[in-house]
T-cell receptor
Framework: AQSVSQHNHHVILSEAASLELGCNYS??????LFWYVQYPGQHLQLLLK??????LVKGIKGFEAEFIKSKFSFNLRKPSVQWSDTAEYFC?????????FGTGTRLTIIP | KAGVTQTPRYLIKTRGQQVTLSCSPI?????VSWYQQTPGQGLQFLFE???????NKGNFPGRFSGRQFSNSRSEMNVSTLELGDSALYLC????????????FGPGTRLTVT
């Protein structure tokens, strides 16, 4: 069965700091990869996705993620975070059967 | 296009009761998936429906069931509620293939007392 690991449970950063959230998955076949974000009091929204092609994908609000197949990783990055990026971030992997989520990373940005 | 809608948004039930939650997918979407979100377990897949048929199922007891109607709307039912069923229940829709992007609704917050 596939699984997704997000090793950072809670990350606290100051505004303008750079961000990298880790995501690793275990599945040997072809996968589609996603990052979703859940802002306080709001529903889950798609941040970005990777299906095929360029392994560096850009999403909304300045986020990007890099798919490294050899490392089974899909880390999320942002060069300079803002207070409004405070949210919970979920990595998800879709293989043959279903969408599997990581446990999420809570990101707190200090003004 | 309107997004995924879920009703009701909040629900309080007593142990032993049963509950039905509703989900209307984005127009044109034929696949509906349900997830349970709790602080301890994160997002857990319940089941997926496509063209009125359950296409996939997660590891939940038989008390959790669902169905999909011909207009792609879906309902989820939980019978004999337990305290541990308190959670945010999320519905997501996609065009059809289960590898496509899923779009989530706001969820139904169920509290079991």
């Amino acid at each position: 069965a596939q699984s997704v690991s997000q090793h950072n449970h809670h990350v606290i950063l100051s505004e303008a700091a750079s961000l990298e959230l880790g995501c690793n998955y275990s599945y040997g076949g072809t996968v589609n990869l996603f990052w979703y974000v859940q802002y306080p009091g709001q529903h889950l929204q798609l941040l970005l996705k990777y299906f095929s092609g360029d392994p560096l994908v850009k999403g909304i609000k300045g986020f990007e993620a890099e798919f490294i197949k050899s490392k089974f990783s899909f880390n999320l990055r942002k060069p300079s975070v803002q207070w409004s990026d405070t949210a919970e971030y979920f990595c998800a992997v879709n293989s043959d059967e279903k969408l599997t989520f990581g446990t999420g990373t809570r990101l707190t940005i200090i003004p | 296009k309107a997004g995924v809608t879920q009703t009701p948004r909040y629900l309080i039930k007593t142990r032993g009761q049963q509950v039905t939650l509703s989900c209307s997918p984005i127009s044109g979407h034929r696949s509906v998936s349900w997830y349970q979100q709790t602080p301890g377990q994160g997002l857990q897949f319940l089941f997926e429906y496509f063209s009125e048929t359950q296409r996939n199922k997660g590891n939940f007891p038989g008390r959790f069931s669902g169905r999909q109607f011909s207009n792609s709307r879906s309902e989820m039912n939980v019978s004999t509620l337990e305290l541990g069923d308190s959670a945010l229940y999320l519905c997501a829709s996609s065009l059809g293939h289960h590898k496509e992007t899923q779009y989530f609704g706001p969820g139904t917050r169920l509290t079991v007392t």
